[in-house]
């Protein structure tokens, strides 16, 4: 769900910009999500298909709960 919410295209990816939003909304640290963002964007394509992205949730999530990546 959340990431047809941001895909606001409707492309089944996200643009950079929309990924950033969703990074942003995390409320995580820049170097947090910088991390994240290269370990889910090893490629550093400009587009996140839906798995990066739910790479990118997941290492988010653990980040969150562990404090660990």
Known sequence: KIFVYFDKNKTGNLTDSEMQ??????????????????LSNPNGEEIFSKPMFLIAMHLMYKKRKDSTL
């Open 21 to 38: 939003e969703v990074m942003a909304q995390t409320k995580m640290p820049r170097e947090v999500c910088a991390h994240i963002w290269e």
